[in-house]
């Protein structure tokens, strides 16, 4: 919501992206981290029990909507209704890494125990954070900020990302993982705090959940937007599980028949490490240039160069090039995923928007949906190795078969965007 009496400053952005920075981290710990850590301290890893960790730690992620609704509805006096669930979640989450720390067990098993145990408490808080993160920046950015805000917080959580996976893992050789998970604990305590420095707005009361809840689920016009939101990030979950090993096997690294955790080559590290650098500076550059377009031109613009450029970017993947041109191409892939991404937070945030008292509620149930549709391109992902895997053995063949599906399915997101009242998502349109 709009206050003229409230001023906005860029210190403000800076302390929401150290949060998102903070993230991204935590992303790359439990995905990249703790999964060599374990392959390389106890000889061994247990692929199964590493998929059952991971899919037991990011449970949290699938009931972001109760966040919402938390954050929206329980505020703490002068402190406002974000402050406190950033505040506690974070220190929590802190509190747990540096008690982990100090508990690293013996054995593979115990360790994959302890970490899931530890990555169920911490998601919980991290998802709670983001969740009063998103709601605060809707709160009191301004709408001409909207995509640029937005779009440099993602870039930092990329950065994050970079940082909690290639880095860490290179500090993991002069440092142990106790030093590492003390200095993240202080970090997701420290960074919360400093939103204590940032004024809040006055927002209405947060009353008549149910109505509202009603009035969302019942308006068409949501409806558009969260079928945009499904198909908008259905490739994200494929490009960032799949798209290193494709390069890697087109570069010759891997074996076309595949390679398995439990034989994992560590001498792979570093190519892998070069096409995930590269992917994660194009996100951040992607997040950025996406946030202008959005604010300076127009959100529109913003969503259609973001979705032609995915596609180029994708088959572009498909052509014999050497090594390092695959590499520039991952580059684009992620520059097009953060372009889309700050694309669509700038048109979700106007729609959040139209509910002030429940925009924290809203743009976590458009988020909700871009989670159920990356978890479907990852089911249609298996399916399609699975039948192609019964015609051609010719793994190339089978993952260009599947960048090309997904180029389809994304691009249905256009049809429901197109449907879109352009007078909510764009704000020079309602301005005049």
């Known amino acids: 919501m709009e206050n003229k009496n409230f001023e906005y400053k860029n210190s403000y952005t800076s302390i929401f992206s150290l949060n998102y920075f903070a993230q991204g981290i935590y992303t790359s710990i439990f995905t990249m981290v703790l999964p060599v850590y374990i392959l390389t301290t106890y000889g061994t890893i247990n692929s199964a029990a590493l998929a059952f960790m ?10 972001k909507i109760f966040y919402g609704i938390a954050t929206d509805k329980t505020p703490v006096g002068k402190m406002g209704r974000r402050k406190p669930w950033i505040i506690s979640s974070s220190v929590l989450t802190g509190l747990v890494w540096i008690i ?7 054995t593979a098993d115990a360790a994959i125990r302890l970490f899931t145990i530890a990555g169920l408490i911490i998601s919980f808080g991290v998802y709670i954070s983001d969740t009063a993160l998103d709601g605060f920046i809707l709160d009191i950015c301004p709408k001409n900020q909207l995509g640029r805000t937005q779009g440099f917080c993602w870039g930092l959580r990329a950065i994050g990302i970079i940082f ?3 880095i860490i893992l290179l500090f993991l050789i002069f440092l142990p993982l106790q030093v590492i998970l003390i200095t993240l604990g202080v970090i997701m305590i420290i960074f919360p705090l400093l939103t ?3 004024e809040d707005i006055e927002t209405p009361k947060a009353e008549g959940l149910g109505k ?4 969302i689920f019942k308006d068409t016009e949501n409806w558009k937007l969260f079928f945009y939101s499904f198909f908008m990030q259905i490739v994200g979950g494929v490009v960032y599980t799949f798209l290193a090993l494709y390069i890697l096997i087109k570069g010759g690294y891997i074996n076309p028949q595949g390679a398995n955790l439990s034989s994992l080559d560590l001498s792979l590290y570093q190519p ?17 240039l996406g946030g202008i377009v959005a604010d300076k031109i127009s959100r529109r613009t913003a969503v259609y160069s973001s979705m032609g450029l995915n596609t180029i970017s994708l088959l572009l993947l498909l052509l014999p090039a050497p090594f390092f041109v695959l590499i520039f191409f991952a580059f684009l892939v992620g520059l097009a995923s953060g372009w889309i991404f700050s694309s669509y937070v700038a048109v979700a945030g106007e729609y959040s928007q139209q509910y002030p008292e429940f925009d924290s509620t809203y743009f976590s149930i ?7 549709g990356t978890l479907l391109g990852l089911v249609l992902t298996g399916m399609t190795f699975n039948i192609l895997s019964g015609i051609t053995s010719d ?38």
């Open 100 to 106: 982990v720390s100090f508990l690293i067990p013996s």
């Open 395 to 432: 793994t190339l063949i089978i993952f260009g078969t599947l960048f090309v599906v997904m180029i389809i399915l994304e691009s249905i997101a256009l049809i429901p965007f197109m449907m879109l009242n352009r007078e909510i998502y764009e704000y020079k349109l309602a301005e005049k």
């Open 272 to 288: 892998q490490a070069i096409i995930t650098l590269f992917i994660s500076l194009g996100i951040i550059l992607g997040a950025v």
């Open 366 to 372: 458009s988020i909700s949906f871009i989670n159920f």
């Open 54 to 63: 991971l899919s037991i730690i990011f449970i949290p992620a699938a009931i």
């Open 164 to 166: 909690g996976g290639p």
């Open 196 to 198: 204590l420095k940032i």
């Open 212 to 215: 509202t809840l009603k009035l």
